[in-house]
Nanobody, 123 residues
Framework: QVQLVESGGGLVQAGGSLTLSCAAS????????MGWFRQVPGKEREFVAA????????YYADSVKGRLTISRDNAKNTVLLQMNSLKTEDTAVYYC????????????????WGQGTQVTGTS
């Protein structure tokens, strides 16, 4: 069982930066692939980024490549999403997710989800 709590969301001007954090409970955090998704009202939740249990492999949606970076610290049970060069279209609720299989995270079928944190890009 893994519980995920996101933090770090807020208002940020277009072109600015923001770092989201996801704190995970459970002693087996290091065995889970982690990911970030986002959702805007009226649209389906979409994949943003994922990272393997070791941190050795990362995956990104084309829309965020080069601007967003996912990382993890297994000693602190934390996964981060560094967001640079933010755009207004990055506005969404961002969700942290976890699964033992990275493919399930990348394809939007992780077992565990957080409650989400709002990111709003302003012009």
């Amino acid at each position: 069982q893994v519980q995920l709590v996101e933090s770090g969301g807020g208002l940020v001007q277009a072109g600015g930066s923001l770092t989201l954090s996801c704190a995970a409970s459970g002693r087996t955090f290091g065995s889970y692939a982690m990911g970030w998704f986002r959702q805007v009202p009226g649209k389906e939740r979409e994949f943003v980024a994922a990272i393997t249990w070791s941190g050795g492999g990362t995956y990104y949606a084309d829309s965020v490549k080069g601007r967003l970076t996912i990382s993890r610290d297994n000693a602190k049970n934390t996964v981060l999403l560094q967001m640079n060069s933010l755009k207004t279209e990055d506005t969404a609720v961002y969700y942290c997710a976890a699964d033992g299989i990275v493919h399930k995270v990348v394809t939007g079928r992780p077992e565990y989800w957080g409650q989400g944190t709002q990111v709003t890009g302003t012009s």
